[in-house]
DNA sequence: CTCCCGATAT
DNA sequence: ATATCAGGAG
């Protein structure tokens, strides 16, 4: 994509949504990892559902460790993938009191030792937590980067990477959040809405769907 | 590369 | 019935 058309790209996600802010919820930062954590294939609505209960009672990793893997299973077993999630944050909880003083680290490459936390997870939480401009490829921004051409790549990194060069200062705080959100709500996986898409002129992605789902023959 | 895995939309 | 959802580890 041009630079002007990448320019323009998030000028108008930016006008569109000045503030944009994380949908999963969370009172501070170890509540964010822990979420983010379970996020993996899985929605954001799904996950809230289960911490809503979670995070009433367990806000420390302290307290996480005392509510231990089966506890935490009873909580999260409407989220996909849970056996691997409780273990993992049951081990991250003990490995944060263990290495950190119990304190989330402001440090993406300190992030990632934490059992369950990859690559994605610590850019979010460097973000979100702590207003680092990271952005975190997830499957949204990856297939929204690829389909409009902002920022192609086989691989997250390699998307993420190539955000990083082509994302102007004025917007590298907030991109992944625009990127996600546009992705969620709009240039959706199975059915993307470039009818309703403002950046619809600057996109790559040519089966475009021209119009709204046909509404019964008007009269 | 495979496995992990429930809820929801299509 | 199947694809998809804020991925990460072996």
Request: overall charge positive; aromatic content about 6%; hydrophobic content about 45%.
């Amino acid at each position: 994509m041009k630079k002007s058309d990448v320019i323009e790209f998030y000028a108008r996600l930016a006008a569109d949504n000045p503030h944009p802010e994380t949908e999963l919820k969370a009172g501070n930062p170890f509540q964010l990892v822990v979420a983010v954590a379970l996020s993996a294939q899985a929605t954001d609505i799904g996950v809230n559902k289960a911490t809503r209960a979670l995070f009433e009672e367990v806000k420390t990793p302290e307290q996480m460790v005392a509510l231990g893997e089966a506890g935490l299973k009873q909580h999260i077993k409407t989220i996909g993938l849970f056996n691997t999630k409780a273990k993992n944050v049951i081990a991250l909880s003990e490995k944060l009191i263990a290495d950190f003083g119990g304190e989330v680290p402001a440090d993406r490459d300190a992030l990632e030792t934490l059992p369950g936390v990859g690559r994605k997870t610590a850019n979010v939480v460097m973000n979100v937590a702590f207003g680092a401009e990271t952005f975190a490829v997830d499957t949204h921004i990856f297939r929204v980067g690829n389909r409009t051409g902002l920022a192609r790549g086989k691989t997250p990194l390699a998307v993420e990477l190539k955000l990083d060069k082509a994302t102007p200062a004025p917007f590298r705080l907030h991109a992944h959040h625009w990127l996600i959100l546009h992705g969620r709500y709009v240039c959706k996986a199975r059915k993307p809405e470039c009818w309703r898409c403002i950046v619809a002129d600057l996109c790559a992605y040519k089966p475009k769907t021209p119009a709204p789902p046909s509404r019964a023959n008007a009269a």
